[in-house]
């Protein structure tokens, strides 16, 4: 560098350099993020305090005294608790208990690494991500055959998250005891979307059995490894995780059962070309105003993938619209009609943009 540069010129350089710096930091971050993972993989400790003296003792060295060494220590004692910070499993909630279909999805989208905490409601989940104290939450939202999941529907009505995905799994309902012999079962415990999605063959094969609405499939297949008189309609993952033994695989009354999951959190992600945007909208009571609304789509040109309407429960016969549109809030024709029905609808929510799930469905057995 020679004295003869001007102020303008060297600033150039400077930011040169400071663009080098931030896309090494970003690299360093991403080097730590993977080392993290494998460190899950085999329990490791995150935090390895002998390895960060090495870095500074590296560090110093290197210097050879010419940064000044307290603000170099600082600054790198910066970058390596950002990375170690960043190291973190990703925490989880999910409608429990274990082996739940949620649990399941999570299990498929999060993979075996993440941190599974189970909730007693779809509430819980929803008020866990809001007080930050779960990064995701899994919920059920729309079964192929029972239709919407009228529960976390309205959970997005009372609780501030966003969506940051979803997920589709194809779903096997197994009726499973301890002995694995129908003729144990003298009641029949699931939640109420499997004993609705399982109820004609629960009438044609077991007539007189009762059946008992529960929390969860998970609360099902416990209360059938406590008891040997009680069936349960649960997950394949549950056979494993109770102990339990398949007394008929796959009494789902429709073939292709599938439950789409969203993956709640505080932010949504950025575009990934592949995406959709929900809104949850309400409308001015007048004559019209969802054709209004539907019309302003449609010259856009924007597929409207989903609406579903849910009471507002405070008054009576109103209502509020959940949509679901193709693209994502980054692609202007998206921005442009979420601005226009911000600006006409009696309430306006983004709920986010996140990337569609494949038209592929997981399957729902791990087995
Ligand atoms: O080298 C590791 O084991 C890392 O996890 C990376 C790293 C770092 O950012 O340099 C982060 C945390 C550890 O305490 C030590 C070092």
Aim: glycine share 6%; with cysteine; charged share 25%.
């Amino acid at each position: 560098m020679t004295e003869k540069q001007d102020i303008p010129q060297i600033r150039e350089r400077i930011d040169q350099i400071d663009d080098t710096i931030l896309e090494l930091l970003k690299e360093r971050l991403d080097c730590a993020k993977a080392i993290g993972l494998l460190k899950n993989e085999s329990n490791r400790a995150k935090w390895d305090p002998q390895r960060e003296l090495e870095i500074y003792e590296r560090l110093r060295k290197n210097n050879n005294d010419i940064f000044p060494y307290k603000a170099l220590r600082s600054i790198f004692h910066e970058i390596i608790t950002t990375c170690r910070l960043s190291q973190r499993k990703a925490t989880v909630g999910y409608l429990g208990p274990e082996a739940t279909f949620s649990h399941l999805a999570g299990v498929r989208y999060f993979g075996q690494t993440a941190e599974y905490q189970p909730m007693e409601s779809i509430g819980e989940v929803f008020e866990e991500v809001e007080k930050e104290r779960v990064q995701y939450g899994i919920v059920p939202v729309e079964n192929s055959i029972e239709g919407a999941v009228t529960y976390s529907l309205d959970a997005f009505l009372k609780y501030k998250v966003k969506i940051c995905g979803e997920i589709q799994l194809a779903i096997t309902h197994n009726l499973v005891n301890r002995s694995g012999n129908i003729e144990d079962i003298q009641t029949v415990a699931s939640h109420s979307q499997p004993l609705a999605q399982c109820r004609n063959w629960l009438r044609k094969h077991l007539p007189k059995i009762p059946t008992l609405d529960v929390f969860s499939t998970g609360t099902a297949a416990q209360m059938a490894a406590n008891n040997p008189n009680v069936g349960a309609i649960a997950s394949s993952l549950a056979i494993n995780t109770y102990n339990l033994q398949v007394v008929i695989p796959g009494i789902e009354d429709y073939q292709g059962n599938t439950t789409r999951f969203l993956v709640i959190g505080r932010k949504s992600p950025k575009k990934s070309g592949y995406d959709k945007t929900s809104i949850l909208i309400g409308l001015i009571n007048r004559p019209g105003a969802l054709n209004e609304i539907l019309t302003i789509l449609s010259a856009k040109n924007i597929d409207l993938a989903k609406i579903e309407s849910r009471p507002t429960k405070d008054k009576q016969w109103s209502y509020m619209f959940f949509l679901d549109m193709l693209g994502h809030i980054e692609d202007p024709v998206i921005y442009e009609a979420c601005n226009i029905l911000r600006q006409i609808c009696a309430y306006f929510e983004l709920l986010g943009s996140y990337p569609r799930a494949d038209d592929i469905n997981l399957n729902g057995d791990i087995d």
